[in-house]
Structure formats: structure tokens, C-alpha cells
């Protein structure tokens, strides 16, 4: 009964290779989220769904697409992977303001 | 432009003894401050929170304190015990706006026997 999951946990690709990263939280929250931990441990926010509308999109390539098919879920799709994609991702979600709940996690590896 | 600073990267405390976590801000139209825990491999559990207008609280051993006027607040744990081994992170956030958190980069505390 995991409160919000992302799959594949682990994920090593060639650069140049498109691939995604599935989200799904149980917890009825109105509003997801991806955040990207880089190489230096920064915790930054790159997308925010809110009842499967974008509302905020912080300077991300645009290789990297959100799709939220429902309010439950928000994927993210990235084409053309690069080395400096590698991070951890993770997906999260709330009920729109303060106390976030975080998935474990997809280390990506871009060789 | 890092809104949200933890200066030290790592703390080692004695099992027992008090853990302080720091954390320091630059933008004050913050008005929610949160604190996360996050085990090796695991995403990040929310811990503790405090809202602008109060300048403390409490939950069981963890305390966050908060200084406006400085723009820094503080976790404590006491007693500090081993499960408390983990990477500690601040975030911030701006609840008058759409619901983004800024973290901090973490401290990892490290409770020794």
C-alpha cells in the first residue's frame, strides 16, 4: 500500500535513447510533482501537475514531457537522454500546499 | 541563487546527546518551513513542520525552531539515536503561491554509539 510509487527504480540507458519514468500515488492528492537530486544533492523541482494541469515548469529541457493521464498519475518522458540527465527523480504529491509525500526514487544512469 | 542554505554538509553526534540542524533563508515571502528525512535509497519523509507564525514546535524528540528575523531555523533531536542516521533537508515554501518547495542540499548526521 505504497502512498506514492515510480517505476523502474533503477534505470541505465545509452545516450541518445528515449525513456520513462511511470508515477502513481494512492493518497487522493490533487497535485504531483517531479523533482530532480543532481550529482551535488541539490533537490530541485522541475514539474507540478495540479488535477492534470501543468502549473509550474521550472527551466527544463524540453526533451523532458510530463503526461498526466489522471490525477493519480504523472509520468515523465525524456528523449534524447544526455550524460547530465543522470540523477535521481522523484516523483511526489500533496494536497496542494506545504507537506509533500516523496516515491523512493529512479536513479538514472546515461552512459 | 540557493534560497534555501544548510552550511554544513555532515554532523556527528554521540548516541544521547542533542543533534543540531541548521538551516538558513534569503527569501521572505517564505511562510512554511519543513523538514525532511531521507535514508539511503529511499525518497525523502516528511518530519517536522512549522508555519511562519509560530517560533517552535514540537513532535516527540524532534523541535524545529524558527528565527524570522534572522531568516534561520533549526532542527533539534534530543536524544539523538542511531535510527537517526540519515541526510537531513530543509525546505521552504511560499504558500500564497503555487506550492513550490525549495530544499536545501542536506546535512547528513551521523549518531555514533
Known amino acids: 500500500d505504497t502512498a506514492v510509487s515510480q517505476t523502474p527504480k533503477y534505470l541505465v540507458t545509452q545516450m541518445g535513447n528515449d525513456k520513462s519514468i511511470k508515477c502513481e500515488q494512492n493518497l487522493g492528492h490533487d497535485t504531483m510533482y517531479w523533482y530532480k537530486q543532481d550529482s551535488k544533492k541539490f533537490l530541485k523541482i522541475m514539474f507540478s501537475?495540479?488535477?492534470?494541469?501543468?502549473?509550474i515548469n521550472e527551466t527544463v529541457p524540453n526533451r523532458f514531457s510530463p503526461k498526466s493521464p489522471d490525477k493519480a498519475h504523472l509520468n515523465l518522458h525524456i528523449n534524447s537522454l544526455e550524460l547530465g540527465d543522470s540523477a535521481v527523480y522523484f516523483c511526489?504529491?500533496?494536497?496542494?500546499?506545504?507537506?509533500?509525500?516523496f516515491g523512493p526514487g529512479t536513479r538514472l544512469t546515461v552512459l | 541563487d540557493q534560497q534555501v542554505k544548510q552550511n554544513s554538509p555532515s554532523l556527528s553526534v554521540q548516541e544521547g546527546r542533542i543533534s543540531i540542524l541548521n538551516c538558513d533563508y534569503t527569501n521572505s515571502m517564505f511562510d512554511y518551513f519543513l523538514w525532511y528525512k531521507k535514508y539511503p535509497a529511499e525518497g525523502p519523509t516528511f518530519l517536522i513542520s512549522i508555519s511562519s507564525i509560530k517560533d517552535k514546535n514540537e513532535d516527540g524528540r524532534f523541535t524545529v525552531f524558527l528565527n524570522k528575523s534572522a531568516k534561520h531555523l533549526s532542527l533539534h533531536i534530543v536524544p539523538s539515536q542511531p535510527g537517526d542516521s540519515a541526510v537531513y533537508f530543509c525546505a521552504a515554501v511560499n504558500t500564497g503561491t503555487a506550492s513550490k518547495l525549495t530544499f536545501g542540499t542536506g546535512t547528513r548526521l551521523q549518531v555514533t554509539l
Open positions: 511526489a504529491s500533496s494536497l496542494g500546499t506545504g507537506e509533500i509525500n
Open positions: 501537475y495540479n488535477n492534470k494541469e501543468l502549473i
